[in-house]
T-cell receptor, first 112, second 113 residues
């Protein structure tokens, strides 16, 4: 299995609070991604990174920010959580060049 | 922009039945195409891929052929097993240097003995 770990695996938080999800990889892959999975929508890209300190927005980036200060860590922050951000969040990594993407096991976030 | 349209689910089949899950795509250039599978409680894992027109990806008895003329990448398996029960996602990636994957909505497959 690819060395990719998400933490926490489950979290319940209150509306309006900040939340940070962590993705850690041991593969030294260049590209890292955050997706959210919702029924009827499949997986939608929130943000991605193509190197240390190099990040860009995906299709559903509003209300989210990311940081990548080291190759191995990619953090996703919900600045002020809302109920619409209740979802399952997946991190993915790939070395690039149309090769396989490896996914973490997901973080189930519930905003109450 | 890029998009992937997948057959609506859920799909329920008996063991040993033939499976087809349809997938069509819209892309600007010449994408690579993928099928990912998600077993209960797990992340996605690559099932098969094809990187150019007429390529056939195959794995674990599943096959899909990259059809540029019909912009399709349908997933097939000749004889399904209970262990194939999962959610299947069609996806594409364009060679724009960012390797982003665009996913379909997923098709939940249940195989009954």
């Amino acid at each position: 299995d690819a060395g990719i770990t998400q933490s926490p695996r489950h979290k319940v938080t209150e509306t309006g609070t900040p939340v940070t999800l962590r993705c850690h990889q041991t593969e030294n892959h260049r590209y890292m991604y955050w997706y959210r999975q919702d029924p009827g929508h499949g997986l939608r890209l929130i943000h991605y990174s193509y190197g240390v300190k190099d990040t860009d927005k995906g299709e559903v980036s509003d209300g989210y920010s990311v940081s990548r200060s080291k190759t191995e860590d990619f953090l996703l922050t919900l600045e002020s959580a809302t109920s619409s951000q209740t979802s399952v969040y997946f991190c993915a990594i790939t070395p690039g060049q149309n090769t396989e993407a490896f996914f973490g096991q997901g973080t189930r976030l519930t905003v109450v | 922009g890029d998009s992937v349209t997948q057959m609506e689910g859920p799909v329920t089949l008996s063991e040993e039945a033939f499976l087809t899950i349809n997938c069509t795509y819209t892309a600007t250039g010449y994408p690579s195409l993928f099928w990912y599978v998600q077993y209960p409680g797990e992340g996605l894992q690559l099932l098969l891929k094809a990187t150019k027109a007429d390529d056939k990806g195959s794995n674990k008895g599943f096959e899909a052929t990259y059809r540029k003329e019909t912009t399709s990448f349908h997933l097939e398996k000749g004889s399904v097993q209970v262990s194939d029960s999962a959610v299947y996602f069609c996806a594409l990636s364009e060679d724009f240097g960012n390797e982003k994957l665009t996913f379909g909505t997923g098709t939940r497959l249940t195989i009954i003995p």
